[in-house]
T-cell receptor
């Protein structure tokens, strides 16, 4: 089955700097890669996603890149702000319904 | 906005008790999911359902069962709670195949 690895587990950046979180996946049949943000006391919320027919997608300060050949995808956050502090999860689909999640990255943006 | 609600935010149960965790979604979504979240392990799928009365095992179904009698409601049942089931439980729903999942706020279950 699918296996998703996520790095780093924790990341501290200064406000205004960029943050990058990387994930690798094992199943070449995976074709959907969402990223979720989980704030304290809340459930995860989708922030951006990418499908395998696209190499990059941007939404304001966040972007996701996908390298199908190398089976890795990354989340990029530019001009980080304190409200970006949260736990971020990557995921990859396995089959029709299931998503396999990474182990999460705790991002701290230092003011 | 899609809303996924879970019956309790915090729950404390004793070993051996039968525990019911309820999840309700208000957007007529076809699919519903139960995950548990543990530090360093991410979200692991327990069970999911793609239709009323249909259920499929996820990656860690042992010790759990589920029920989906109505489209909007998906229940997770711990037949005999054990201390290793102390965890955060997250419910999610999605409209269809390969769609965004919408999560509830979670239930933090402690089994003593």
């Amino acid at each position: 089955g699918e296996n998703v690895e996520q790095h780093p587990s924790t990341l501290s950046v200064q406000e205004g700097d960029s943050a990058v979180i990387k994930c690798t996946y094992s199943d070449s049949a995976s074709n959907y890669f969402p990223w979720y943000k989980q704030e304290l006391g809340k459930g995860p919320q989708l922030i951006i996603d990418i499908r395998s027919n696209v190499g990059e997608k941007k939404d304001q300060r966040i972007a996701v890149t996908l390298n199908k050949t190398a089976k890795h995808f990354s989340l990029h956050i530019t001009e980080t702000q304190p409200e970006d502090s949260a736990v971020y999860f990557c995921a990859a689909n396995e089959g029709t319904y299931k998503y396999i999640f990474g182990t999460g990255t705790r991002l701290k943006v230092l003011a | 906005d899609v809303k996924v609600t879970q019956s309790s935010r915090y729950l404390v149960k004793r070993t051996g008790e039968k525990v019911f965790l309820e999840c309700v979604q208000d957007m007529d979504h076809e699919n519903m999911f139960w995950y548990r979240q543990d530090p360093g392990l991410g979200l692991r799928l327990i069970y999911f359902s793609y239709d009323v009365k249909m259920k499929e095992k996820g990656d860690i179904p042992e010790g759990y069962s589920v029920s989906r009698e109505k489209k909007e409601r998906f229940s997770l049942i711990l037949e005999s709670a054990s201390t290793n089931q102390t965890s955060m439980y997250l419910c999610a729903s999605s409209p269809g195949q390969g769609d965004e999942q919408y999560f509830g706020p979670g239930t933090r279950l402690t089994v003593t």
